[in-house]
């Protein structure tokens, strides 16, 4: 059984910074592509970013490229979400996302590829 557990979000202030981890025990996680998702309210869970299990294809919503950075420590089964210059508009729950795949550079965009979920942490952004 593969458990994902997001932890750090909060409330942050316009322009400030929070670090998301996301800890997955059950399974190694070397060959999982890693997503992170969010939904804000009365709106669709939409793609944030995703990596690759290689690590080294990363991709983002447009809406985040420049400001979030995706990580992973495969050692510590442990994928990180780096944001900064918050917006209000980033307020939402944050979702951990898991797929097992053969492809190492795979880092899909499309929500229905990844097969476990964590339970999500809320980021709230105000000025």
């Known amino acids: 059984q593969v458990r994902l557990v997001e932890s750090g979000g909060g409330l942050a202030q316009t322009g400030s910074s929070l670090r998301l981890s996301c800890v997955v025990s059950g399974r190694s996680i070397r060959q999982y592509q890693m997503a992170w998702f969010r939904q804000a309210p009365g709106k669709e869970r939409e793609f944030v970013a995703a990596?690759?299990?290689?690590?080294?294809?990363?991709n983002y919503a447009d809406s985040v490229k420049g400001r979030f950075t995706i990580s992973r420590d495969n050692a510590q089964n442990t994928v990180y979400l780096q944001m900064d210059s918050l917006k209000s508009e980033d307020t939402a729950v944050y979702y951990c996302?898991?797929?097992?795949?053969?492809?190492?550079?795979?880092?899909?965009?499309?929500?229905?590829?990844?097969?476990?979920w964590g339970q999500g942490t809320q980021v709230t952004v105000s000025s």
């Open positions: 996302a898991a797929d097992r795949t053969d492809y190492p550079d795979d880092a899909l965009t499309w929500i229905y590829e990844y097969d476990y």
């Open positions: 990596i690759s299990w290689s690590g080294v294809t990363t």
